[in-house]
């Protein structure tokens, strides 16, 4: 069933949403490749790919209910890396504004009673609070960054796409 104009740019604010995370991501990697920390780096352009699989899979739920996705401009902020401990606040800050996008697209869809929706919804909160869990671990642990240049990462946990 096809989703109404509303909600249609509901869901196009978060596939744009999904790209800007992507580059954020992106522009962090180049940030801590350039304090020649590649495993840090590496980890930030995963992060950046998955990001692309999130604008993927919201895409294609728009085109499997006949609503054309629509990717808007792509806004990001200008980052200020002093020391490490900031990819992961720049980090934090853009999967909370992620997060919040899918609480206002899950309202809009409740409000207009859209069940149709509510499987990649669903999926997505979740996703969110996994991810914002992520950040939150390699960013809270106190001596994990002593100084420039040094800085370590918690175990990855690899997943597979729902």
């Known amino acids: 069933m096809k989703m109404s104009e509303e ?6 604010k978060q596939i744009t949403r999904e790209y800007e995370s992507s580059f954020l ?27 692309l699989t999130h604008a993927d899979r919201l895409i294609k739920h728009l085109t499997d209910r006949d ?7 792509i806004s990001i902020p200008s980052i200020k890396v002093e020391e490490v401990a900031d990819v992961f606040e720049i980090a934090l800050e853009a ?8 609480r206002n697209l899950y309202i809009q869809a409740e409000a207009e009673h859209d069940l149709d929706s509510r499987p990649t919804i669903d999926w997505f909160i979740s996703e969110q609070v996994e991810e914002e869990a992520t950040v939150c671990e390699s960013r809270g642990r ?14 990855v946990r690899y997943r597979t796409a729902a």
Do not use: C, K
């Open 95 to 102: 999967e909370r504004a992620v997060s919040e996008g899918i």
């Open 25 to 51: 991501y992106r522009q962090l990697a180049i940030e801590v490749e350039l304090r020649d920390l590649p495993g840090m780096a590496s980890w930030l352009r995963a992060q950046s790919a998955e990001e």
């Open 7 to 12: 909600l249609e740019v509901e869901f196009a």
């Open 67 to 73: 609503n054309h996705p629509v990717i808007g401009d």
């Open 142 to 155: 106190p001596g994990v960054f002593p100084g420039p240049g040094a800085a370590r990462l918690p175990t």
